[in-house]
């Protein structure tokens, strides 16, 4: 058996790379664009980071864990459940995503923008949209608290009906 010895031939054979520079696979621009932000982050950056990032750019609106995972997992093979509330924590915790607690569902995630919108959630179906922010910036309501309480923030989640469930509602 002849051993192959790689490297080690003269001619190049074939292997003529196409003319046209640019895109010789499909793009990875949205992971390269995931791997830019962690990095200002200052996070590490690993392909599973870049595949929750992704999944949640990609995915728009207010997934939850299941449905990120999902898609993660077409970048990345195999993503157990816990490895992305793992990823998703992590996200959360730097600014990156925003993570919404709606009363009797699970917790649903979104590119963070920074823009203090507020969300609109479906009483019938659980669909949640964003609502932007009343008066513009954080907070966006004024509380009657104490002075010696600071207030950053206000959330505000507005319920009802959406337009799907609405005429059913009224049948
Ligand atoms: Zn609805
Ligand atoms: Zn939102």
Same mark, same amino acid.
């Given at each position: 058996m002849a051993k192959f010895r790689a490297g080690s031939g003269l001619v190049r054979q $074939? &292997?003529? =790379? #196409? $003319? &046209? #520079? $640019?895109? @010789? =696979? @499909? #793009?990875p621009e949205p992971m390269d664009r995931a791997a830019a932000r962690l990095r200002e982050a200052q996070l590490r950056v690993t392909v599973q980071r870049m595949a929750v990032l992704t999944a949640i750019e990609e995915l728009g609106g207010h997934p939850d864990v299941e449905a990120i995972r999902g898609r993660a997992q077409e970048a990345t093979g195999g993503l157990s459940l816990q490895a992305t509330y793992n990823v998703l924590r992590v996200l959360t915790e730097v600014g990156l995503v925003r993570c919404t607690q709606v009363t009797g569902q699970q917790a649903r995630y979104e590119a963070e923008r920074h823009n203090n919108h507020h969300h609109f959630v479906c009483r019938l179906c659980g669909d949640i949209i964003d609502v932007d922010c009343v008066i513009g910036e954080a907070p966006c309501l004024v509380a009657e608290l104490p002075e010696s309480y600071r207030v950053d923030e206000a959330a505000v989640t507005y319920w009802g009906a959406c337009p799907r469930c609405a005429p059913a509602e009224h049948g």
């Amino acid at each position: 058996m002849a051993k192959f010895r790689a490297g080690s031939g003269l001619v190049r054979q $074939g &292997t003529h =790379r #196409a $003319g &046209t #520079a $640019g895109k @010789d =696979r @499909d #793009a990875p621009e949205p992971m390269d664009r995931a791997a830019a932000r962690l990095r200002e982050a200052q996070l590490r950056v690993t392909v599973q980071r870049m595949a929750v990032l992704t999944a949640i750019e990609e995915l728009g609106g207010h997934p939850d864990v299941e449905a990120i995972r999902g898609r993660a997992q077409e970048a990345t093979g195999g993503l157990s459940l816990q490895a992305t509330y793992n990823v998703l924590r992590v996200l959360t915790e730097v600014g990156l995503v925003r993570c919404t607690q709606v009363t009797g569902q699970q917790a649903r995630y979104e590119a963070e923008r920074h823009n203090n919108h507020h969300h609109f959630v479906c009483r019938l179906c659980g669909d949640i949209i964003d609502v932007d922010c009343v008066i513009g910036e954080a907070p966006c309501l004024v509380a009657e608290l104490p002075e010696s309480y600071r207030v950053d923030e206000a959330a505000v989640t507005y319920w009802g009906a959406c337009p799907r469930c609405a005429p059913a509602e009224h049948g």
